[in-house]
Nanobody, 120 residues
Framework: VQLQASGGGLVQAGGSLRLSCAAS????????MGWFRQAPGKEREFVSG???????SFGDSVKGRFTISRDSAKNTIYLQMNTLKPEDTAVYYC???????????????WGQGTQVTVSS
């Protein structure tokens, strides 16, 4: 499974961005897909995930601001990020796992990162 992430960029605080992650296989072949992020000097952290039934999960720091969705016909998931804060600045990684749930506790596949920078 190959994951291709896109949509990162530079945005001012309070703005929005939408990330996309296209999978090389049907998203239904992976039980769950989602996003992690890693800021400089920090550990990679879970951002959001969605399983094949549509159940979603979010990290505490993004709840209420980010939403995740899936287009099975396009084998793609999306992360809509609203009300962005400077602390959201990080490299965002798309991830997928074969058997787990929307928390993505056991990632099997990683995509390349896409940089998100939020200026104050």
């Amino acid at each position: 499974v190959q994951l291709q992430a896109s949509g990162g960029g530079l945005v001012q605080a309070g703005g929005s961005l939408r990330l996309s992650c296209a999978a090389s296989v049907r998203t239904s072949d992976s039980n769950a897909m989602g996003w992690f992020r890693q800021a400089p000097g920090k550990e990679r952290e879970f951002v959001s995930g969605i399983d094949w039934t549509g159940i979603t999960s979010f990290g505490d720091s993004v709840k209420g601001r980010f939403t995740i969705s899936r287009d099975s016909a396009k084998n793609t998931i999306y992360l809509q990020m609203n009300t962005l804060k400077p602390e959201d600045t990080a490299v965002y990684y798309c991830a997928a796992e074969k058997y787990g749930g929307s928390r993505l506790a056991a990632v099997d596949y990683w995509g390349q990162g896409t940089q998100v920078t939020v200026s104050s």
